[in-house]
């Protein structure tokens, strides 16, 4: 970039791949600083091409404006963007392992055979586990899709794994909320307090640090929790199955 280059409004608004009313609003909103001018001609500089690149990254990340207008205040008075957008990449980065699988409608229905009605399928599709790309559908997780193919042929109807995932979601939701919560409470609040980079850069580690144990906590909890079902409900499943033996071989 020609840092001694200066641009019109048209130009600039074209090498930023965005429209000139969006570069106007973002100047009425404080985001960019006002041009230089000579007579009724505006004139601005590779700086704020620079500035509109960098709003246009933040944008692409997911930041709104005024979450935007936040960290370029805080870069402004020496608080590290590089840092706050470091904390803000590893703590979205896919927190699941992600390895998404495409259908066609023919593939899934050989999958799971006449299970997969209409009303089954809008209900995949609500829930995440499948998005319509055109012609085709995909699923966020082969290996979600390969467990839930073992249900299903275990005898579990896909509905009811649909009914099960329901519960499922609710009680992970309620499960990363309390992770986010506490570390809001005792990590951030305390890191707020003395915004240095190095703290920004502690920060970023205890993210890293909490991916793995959330996935351990996960596991072990709800093996935990599936050891005490068993446990309640083995006596009268044992039963059961002695009773129906029993009454087959007379």
Request: aromatic share 6%; charged share 30%.
């Amino acid at each position: 970039m020609d840092e001694q280059r200066e641009y019109r409004v048209g130009e600039l608004a074209e090498l930023a791949g965005i429209p000139v009313r969006t570069l106007r609003y973002y100047q009425e909103r404080g985001l960019l600083q006002p041009p230089r001018r000579a007579g009724r001609t505006a004139w601005y500089s590779a700086a704020h091409l620079a500035r509109l690149r960098l709003i246009g990254d933040l944008v692409a990340r997911g930041y709104r404006l005024d979450g935007i207008e936040e960290l370029l205040t805080a870069a402004e008075k020496g608080r590290g963007l590089a840092e706050i957008l470091g904390f803000g990449s590893v703590a979205t980065v896919d927190w699941a392992h992600s390895d998404p699988v495409e259908l066609t409608a023919a593939e899934l229905r050989a999958r799971f055979g006449e299970q997969l009605t209409p009303e089954v399928l809008a209900e995949a599709i609500e829930l995440g586990y499948l998005r319509r790309r055109g012609e085709h559908y995909s699923h966020p997780s082969a290996r979600l899709l390969e467990a839930t193919l073992t249900l299903v042929a275990v005898g579990i109807p896909l509905r009811a794994v649909l009914a099960m995932s329901w519960e499922i979601e609710a009680a992970f939701d309620r499960m990363a909320f309390s992770f986010v919560h506490a570390f809001r409470s005792h990590v951030l609040d305390r890191m707020l307090d003395d915004p240095t980079p190095e703290n920004l850069e502690r920060l970023i580690g205890a993210v890293g640090e909490l991916r793995p144990v959330a996935r351990t906590v996960a596991d072990e909890q709800f093996g935990r929790a599936m050891r005490r079902r068993i446990r309640s409900e083995i006596t009268e499943m044992t039963q059961l199955i002695a009773e129906a033996a029993g009454t087959e071989s007379r």
